[in-house]
């Protein structure tokens, strides 16, 4: 047999962190049956009751850390009569992003996602960048390899949050005198629990999730380093959504580019012409 049932169950340590957070979403009780007989005995998913933490430390940047989204689900795979193998799996996409740093009178750096803004596409891969079209390869996915003679049960596992850096200065200007005064930013997401057959690229959407994280940050450039940014509301976030009817995944959500590599950060001041800061990775 392959190892596949035990490669799956440290999931089972996270599980039982994410348990014991409360402000659980979940549609357990009621295992739900899919195409191949795949069974989904119980999906949670939770953003973590903390506040978004500020740091002051640097001189140079400012940075949160937001609180984590969490994601798991139990599924039971029947036996695989053939040589096949199965993915299970979470495929997540940004469907939305307003990302502002204000400073003051002279503008405002933002960080966008061009197609995505311009109504392009729906929603954009929100993959690591290696494992198209999921999340991560480790406690994300689970692989099943056929033949097998008995159900296959595993808990697959995620989490997501932002931990960015944000200059003090201008981020087009030579002086690094801080000019900062607030930061905005909306963002929501797209999280589908997948089934996919390697071998004839079949793919059975299993469950859906809506989550956002919004966050704004004030900020008093003229005060000392480490007495300068407030939170503001909301200071807890809204928990995900577990949806009763499944969505499908649109194209764009399925290839690259992902997020990180589409984004591009442009300087918007208030009088001029915008620039770009940083350039999207993949043209």
Known sequence: MPGFLWDCWPCLEIRAVLCAMGCIQSIGGKARVFREGITVIDVKASIDPIPTSIDESSSVVLRYRTPHFRASAQVVMPPIPRKETWIVGWIQACSHMEFYNQYGEQGMSSWELPDLQEGKIEAISDSDGVNYPWYGNTTETCTIVGPTKR??????????????????AVPVSESNVAKLTNIY??????????????????MIVLQTLHWRMQLSIDVNPHRPLGQRARLREPIAQDQPKILSKNEPIPPSALVKPNANDAQVLMWRPKYGQPLVVIPPKHR
């Open 151 to 168: 159900d296959s049960k595993f808990i697959i596992s995620m989490n997501d949050n932002f931990y960015p850096s944000v200059t003090w």
């Open 185 to 202: 930013r909306d963002q929501s997401f797209i999280t589908w629990l997948v089934a996919t057959n390697t071998s004839t690229n079949d």
